[in-house]
C-alpha cells in the first residue's frame, strides 16, 4: 500500500480527497482487490488525470480529458484492456458484460444515461468508473464532465440511470511489478490503441465498435503457418471488412487470419499446425492504423482466437516468416491463458 500511499500524496489535489482515496483503495484491499489486480491498476492510471479540465475529444492531452477518454486510457494504461473509445459504445459493446448494483466492483463502468435518446443532446452518453466505497457505506466515482472536469463524485451525485458494465473477465489475475511495469511503457508509447493493436473508435454508425485481434505489421508477401490444427475455411465475419481465413480445431479454439492469401487446394479442408499457409496481402479496405514508425507500411495479418479451451492446449504464438509471435496478454484477456505466460 506505501506505493499507492505515495502516488496519492503526489497528486495535485486536495488532502480532502487524498485522504478520501486512501480510505476508499484500503477498503478495497480489505475486500481482497490486490493492489496488483487489473482493476486496482486501472484505478490507479485513472487518478493521473485529476484537476484536468473537459475537452470532447478522441485524442489524449496533458491538461485535458472527457469521459470516455479517462476510462478506455485507464483500462489500457492499467490493465492493457482496450474498450470502446465513445461513452455511448462503452455503454452497448456487447463485450462488456451487464451488471447490477450489487454485483458491481472497482473499476466497472457506470453510465449516465439508459441510451441517446434519454440523454440531454440526443448524441452523447455519460461515463466514469467506480473507485469503491468509504468506510461510511458512500460509493465514489471518478468521472469528467463539462462542469467540473475530472472529478470525484458520489454515485448518488453521477445518478447512474444507464447502469454498470464490467470489462474485466479475469478477476483473480495479478501481475507482477516487472510485468506490469512493461506493459506501462508499451501502453504509453501507443495512447489511444487497444491491446489488441488497433484503434476502438466508433466514428460512424458503420464502424466496428471494437477489434478482437491483433495486427501484425510485416512485408507484403511473407509466409504465414498455420497456428492451430483444424478445418480452413474462408468467411466474411460480421466484424471484419474482408473475407478471413478460419481455422476451427477439434479442441474448442477457432482462429481468424485476415489478410492471408491461401492457396485453393487448402481451402474446405483439414491442416496441420505449423504448416505453410498462405502469403500477407495487402488489405483490400482501409483497415490498418498508420503508426508512424512503420514509415507508411499497410500490409499486416489480422490475428484472432476465440471460443472455449476443452483441453490443457493453449496457443501463445503465431509464425510469420522467420518470426514466431507471441501473445500471451491477448489470450490471457481473453480467457484463454493467465498471466504471466512464458514462452
Given at each position: ?49 485529476l484537476g484536468n479540465s473537459y475537452l470532447r475529444t478522441e ?200 489478410n492471408v492469401e491461401v492457396s485453393s487446394e487448402l481451402v ?10 498462405g502469403k500477407v496481402q495487402l488489405p483490400k479496405t482501409d ?57
Open positions: 500500500m506505501d506505493n499507492f500511499k505515495n502516488y496519492i500524496n503526489d497528486l495535485n489535489i486536495s488532502v480532502k480527497n487524498k485522504n478520501l482515496l486512501l480510505e476508499v483503495f484500503e477498503n478495497n484491499i480489505q475486500d481482497g482487490y490486490c493492489l496488483n489486480s487489473e482493476r486496482m491498476q486501472i484505478l490507479k492510471s485513472s487518478l493521473q488525470f485524442e489524449l492531452a496533458s491538461d485535458t480529458v472527457d469521459c470516455s477518454t479517462l476510462t478506455s486510457q485507464a483500462y489500457w494504461e492499467g490493465a492493457q484492456i482496450g474498450i470502446p473509445f465513445i461513452a455511448e459504445s462503452q455503454r452497448s459493446a456487447p463485450s462488456g458484460e451487464e451488471v447490477t448494483l450489487e454485483n458491481t466492483q472497482p473499476a466497472d463502468i457506470v453510465i449516465k444515461f439508459p441510451n441517446l435518446d434519454t440523454s440531454p443532446d440526443k448524441i452523447y452518453n455519460h461515463v466514469g468508473l467506480i473507485l469503491g466505497t468509504a468506510k461510511d457505506g458512500i460509493t465514489y466515482v471518478i468521472e469528467s464532465n463539462s462542469k467540473d472536469g475530472c472529478v470525484i463524485s458520489t454515485l448518488d451525485d453521477f445518478d447512474p440511470q444507464g447502469g454498470f458494465k464490467s470489462y474485466i473477465k479475469n478477476i483473480d489475475i495479478k501481475t507482477t511489478e516487472t510485468l506490469h511495469e512493461q506493459f506501462s511503457v508499451l501502453s504509453k508509447k501507443v495512447p489511444k490503441l487497444s491491446r489488441l493493436g488497433a484503434k476502438q473508435y466508433q466514428k460512424n454508425s458503420t464502424d466496428r465498435i471494437a477489434h478482437k485481434g491483433i495486427d501484425i505489421y510485416v512485408d507484403e508477401g511473407t509466409t504465414v503457418y498455420a497456428p492451430i490444427s483444424g478445418y480452413l475455411t474462408i468467411e466474411t465475419l460480421i466484424d471484419e471488412q474482408e473475407p478471413c481465413v478460419v481455422i476451427k480445431s477439434d479442441y474448442g479454439l477457432t482462429c481468424v487470419l485476415g474446405n479442408q483439414h491442416i496441420k499446425a505449423d504448416n505453410p499457409l483497415t490498418h492504423m498508420n503508426y508512424p514508425e512503420l514509415g507508411g507500411k499497410t500490409s499486416h495479418i489480422h490475428f484472432q482466437m476465440h471460443g472455449s479451451v476443452t483441453t490443457n492446449y493453449i496457443l501463445h504464438k503465431i509464425k510469420i516468416g522467420d518470426k514466431d509471435y507471441y501473445n500471451g496478454v491477448y489470450m490471457a484477456k481473453l480467457g484463454l491463458a493467465k498471466l504471466p505466460v512464458r514462452p
